[in-house]
């Protein structure tokens, strides 16, 4: 099979990352996350799972508009290279933040359970929330899917930590996951963002854990490992030996990814073209490369049409 290397210079420059990897059931890790955002696992424990369950019983459940509810954090959720004051709370058994709030097919989102088709409607889901300052904590309960009748109901919780940390607890998983797979519906359990060009939209993270072993008692761990944002001087951020650049844009003061994913501002500010640079070098000697790449981006886009998301990435 001939290598496309014109796909792999183009992937390499906008720094997409997609992981999928298979693992057990004894909280190793389960994907590579090669872009450093997560140490991934999952076990079966029971003790384990009735620990970390956030007893919501004798609390009512929302009423959602729309199938969400929009909800504001008490905390700030350091999520990927941005923050998240913000998010979603779908029936539909995700999380979903940015702007595709009501999006039918979301491209920003934390799942635990997401089911999203015709047969699948979650009115009768009973969606509670709670948060306390360092946690916030959604729990959908009895999510019917429709397929077997009155035992087909799930109930799971997902947990966000002020430190970055995410968990999921399955309560209860009446049947293999991967049942619920047709060409009607869309079922995943993972995280995705999307990474912004001038114009363009393209996939930047995506973790999909369709196919791992999730059963009554399941915790999925997301353990956060340190970022470019966490990085606050210039010389901490050139310095840093993490799995992505770190790049530090003397304009808006910030250590990031060389495409930051989060601000428009990272490219109305050049800060791209310090990719390169030292703490000494001035805006004038840095190395432009952002317009060679937004052309080069745009030309594949031409030579190899593909939807808004890229199938390609994966």
Known sequence: MRVNISLIYFLILVAASHGRGTGTINNRPLVKDRHGFFNISVQANDRLAQTLWVDMDGMESKSLDHNYVRVNLAFTFPLFDRTIRSLAVNSNGYLSFGNDFDAQFPARYIAPLMIIGKKYGNR?????????????????????????????????????????????????????????????????????????????????????????????????????????????????????????KCVWCPALKRCSVSFDPSSKDWFKNKCQDFENATCTVTKNQAHSISEGIIHFVRRFYKQNPCTKFCSFFF
């Open 124 to 244: 009768e889901t009973s969606i509670k929330f709670r948060q306390n300052g360092k946690s916030f904590t959604v729990q959908w309960g009895n999510l019917k899917t429709h397929r077997y009748g009155k035992h087909d109901r799930f109930t799971f919780q997902a947990t966000l930590h002020e430190n970055g940390n995410i968990e999921f607890v399955y309560k209860r998983i009446p049947f293999e996951i991967t049942d619920l797979i047709d060409h009607e519906h869309l079922v995943k359990i993972g995280m995705e963002d999307l990474f912004y060009l001038p114009d363009m939209e393209l996939m930047y993270y995506y973790v999909d854990l369709i196919g791992e072993p999730i059963q009554n008692s399941t915790i999925v761990s997301f353990k956060a490992l340190p970022t470019c944002r966490s990085l606050k001087n210039c010389s901490s951020c050139v310095s840093a030996n993490l799995s992505s």
